[in-house]
């Protein structure tokens, strides 16, 4: 991996995600009250194989600690901030790999559920987390990933 391609994955996911962040931030600020719902990875908490993707799972290991420090550092303003962790869902982004035969018998195989997740299956976690039923949650991030951490 280059250096250029390192810093592409870097800015676009854990720079993007500081960036939205602080905008957001100081609106809630103002409002004295928000709440924000970053979307990390699974890659975030493990090393995934066969596919190298140190990048990716830098990047979304640091969304999950950024979350944790601007859920702590902006507690005082009535303001939440947590993230989710998708494992492997079926969507645009993963569309090469679930046709990689390689990495797809290794993702189901892995996945103790045996399959990929629907992004449909994220909506019920984020309007929880949205929502005031999630009102003493916050620095969290939570797994989503058909069991694929639990080993």
């Not at 970053?38 to 993707?53: E, K, L, V």
């Not at 290991?61 to 005082?76: H, N, R, Y």
């Not at 984020?126 to 620095?139: E, I, K, N, P, R």
């Amino acid at each position: 991996m280059s250096l250029k391609e390192w810093k592409q994955v870097i800015d676009v996911n854990l720079t993007g995600v500081f960036l939205v962040s602080q905008v957001a931030g100081r609106q809630m600020i103002k409002q004295k009250s928000g709440n924000i719902i970053n979307i990390a990875s699974m890659s975030g908490s493990i090393a995934n194989f066969p596919q190298p993707q140190c990048a990716y799972n830098a990047s979304k290991a640091g969304v999950i600690l950024l979350t944790k420090s601007l859920a702590s550092e902006w507690v005082q303003h009535n303001i939440r901030v947590n993230s989710i962790s998708p494992g492997y869902m079926n969507t645009h982004l993963t569309a090469k790999g679930l046709q990689n035969p390689d990495y797809a018998q290794h993702w189901r195989t892995l996945t103790p559920m045996h399959r990929v997740g629907e992004p449909h299956e994220l909506t019920g976690l984020v309007v929880f987390l949205a929502s005031d039923a999630s009102s003493y949650v916050t620095g969290s991030d939570i797994l989503i990933d058909g069991g694929y951490t639990m080993r």
